[in-house]
């Protein structure tokens, strides 16, 4: 619903370009286009998934791990082997169906439950993004540009609370899949394109405030990919000569034009897996069901993530009817929203608005109750009326106390590092107002939580460790 708006993509001159960004690199530059894109806080994004699912009746069990699984005597599924990785304590969850949805350790999980020949679909490839002060890099907006590499790869510099991050790498990862760091060579690799197509900005490692790691769940052996370029290989032959004869059939008035188009869609490509870039392995989804009843639902993107679930939901639904003769109806997806999402889409702005003017007669000044409005979205009034119930804690903002406490008794945050990187983000874009918080954060939650010295001795080490890898305090020595 964009086109013949000012919201349609368009292209721009240099002298357009330059006019928005005009720290750009000047130099070789030869135009460019805008385009509108989504931006979200993908911490926030997971977080209102969970609690939605938790609203239409999920339980959820958070720092709990899948050891194993539980079978019957015909070799079925029939649950899962859990660890509270707080209390050690081991139990069991028992379920007509498990659903195998862990991203990165797919192949790990899946093959708990697998004697024979070891599952190995998945390819992770690591992705690094880096955070800076925004004095020393001013974007207007999010800019992507070519790494001036030549090697195929796109990064993005983004605004963001006053600060601007970069990124990102896109390499084969094979180590630890809990703690992929940021390496020097990751640092370096970012620092040049950035410096070069910035190049008043002069940045170096001990300008960098945050920083983080990911890994994305690509699946091995796919040919295709919308991410950074795609790739470049060849049409196998078998291919070809497929679409060729659907074209020919076309003309003949034997085929029709959707046959043709789904002959271009289904298109392969011959280059190997051992042959491709990590850029250009594919992005896409499986969802596969094995001998033993895991389901398993691997690969894809964050901007294909209702579609993949709608898909798995809609198997469920089948295997719950024809194994189990239980019946269920799927709501529709596209309009359902998730907690915190329930805003009317033609006037989020003015319902922002009131519940930041909610905050403020709850005693918030107007940029407090406005961050935690958009934080928050429709769950903003649940925060702001913790105010009533209540006190401030010493060393915390009015602001930062109900965000915790709200954190603590509707999201499930058991520690520091959950509430400063896995609900608010604090750590990646506020690291400079971090210090002061940490003791006040420290007491709170373990006034809270009742916690032991011994206990809380343990959480600080851990958000020290967080802080270390945040930091890049191997690499700043």
């Given amino acids: 619903g964009v086109n013949n708006t000012p ?28 385009y509108l894109d989504f931006r979200n806080n993908d911490a926030r994004l997971v977080i209102e998934n969970i609690k939605r699912a938790n609203q239409d009746g999920a ?9 194993g699984f539980l079978f019957d005597d015909s070799g079925k599924i029939t649950g899962v082997v859990a660890r509270d990785l707080l209390t050690d304590e ?3 969850i028992k379920a007509r169906l498990v ?42 907006q999010p800019v992507y540009f070519d790494t001036g590499l030549g090697d195929g790869r796109m990064v993005f510099v983004l605004p963001r609370e006053n600060k601007t991050y970069f990124g990102t790498t896109d390499t084969d990862y094979t180590g630890d899949l809990e703690h992929p760091k940021v390496t020097q060579e990751d640092v370096d690799y970012l620092l040049g394109i950035v410096n070069n197509r910035f190049p ?48 020919e059939s076309y003309l003949a008035k034997e085929k029709s034009r959707e046959d043709v188009e789904a002959a271009v869609t289904k298109l392969e490509s011959s280059t190997s897996e051992k042959h491709l870039d990590p850029s250009a392995v594919s992005r896409g989804s499986s969802l596969d069901r094995d001998n033993n009843g895991l389901l398993t639902l691997a690969g894809g993107k964050i901007t294909d993530y209702r ?33 915190g999402g329930e805003l009317n889409p033609a006037n989020v ?15 918030l ?23 009533h119930s209540i006190e401030q804690a010493p060393g915390l903002s009015l602001a930062d106390t109900l965000s915790l406490h709200y954190a603590m008794r509707n999201e499930l945050a058991l520690s520091p590092v959950d509430f400063l990187l896995r609900r608010t983000n604090h750590m990646l874009f506020m690291r400079d107002s971090l210090d002061a918080i940490i003791e006040p954060v420290l007491d709170e939650m373990g006034r809270f939580y009742d916690w032991t010295e011994e206990e809380k001795a343990a959480y600080r080490n851990d958000l020290e460790a967080a802080l270390a890898n945040n930091d890049l305090a191997e690499l700043k020595k």
């Fill in 307 to 339: 579609k993949m679930a709608e898909g798995a939901m809609e198997r469920v639904v089948e295997i719950l009817k024809a194994e189990f003769d239980r019946r269920f109806k799927l709501i529709n997806s596209k309009t359902y929203p998730v907690s």
């Fill in 349 to 363: 702005d003015s319902e922002i608005e009131a519940f930041a003017q909610l905050g403020v007669s709850r005693g």
């Fill in 7 to 34: 919201a349609a993509n368009k292209v721009l001159s240099k002298e357009e370009v330059l006019e928005r960004e005009p720290e750009l690199k000047k130099e070789g530059l030869v135009g460019g286009g805008v």
């Fill in 90 to 92: 081991v139990f069991e």
């Fill in 59 to 67: 339980l959820i069990a958070n720092h709990v791990k899948a050891e």
């Fill in 200 to 247: 008043e900005a002069k940045i170096t490692i001990d300008d960098i405030e945050s920083s983080w790691a990911g890994l994305r769940p690509l699946i091995a052996g796919n040919s295709a990919s919308d991410y950074n370029g795609g790739n470049n290989g060849t049409i196998s032959d078998e291919s070809f000569n497929a679409l060729i004869a659907t074209v």
């Fill in 99 to 140: 659903i195998n949805t862990t991203g990165p350790w797919s192949d790990k999980v899946r093959n708990l439950s697998n004697d024979g020949e070891q599952y190995s679909q998945m390819r992770p490839t690591k992705g690094v993004h880096l955070v800076v002060d925004s004095s020393k890099i001013k974007v207007s």
């Fill in 365 to 387: 000044d107007s940029k407090e109750a406005f961050y935690l409005a958009n934080l928050y979205g429709s769950n903003a009034p649940k925060v702001f009326a913790l105010a």
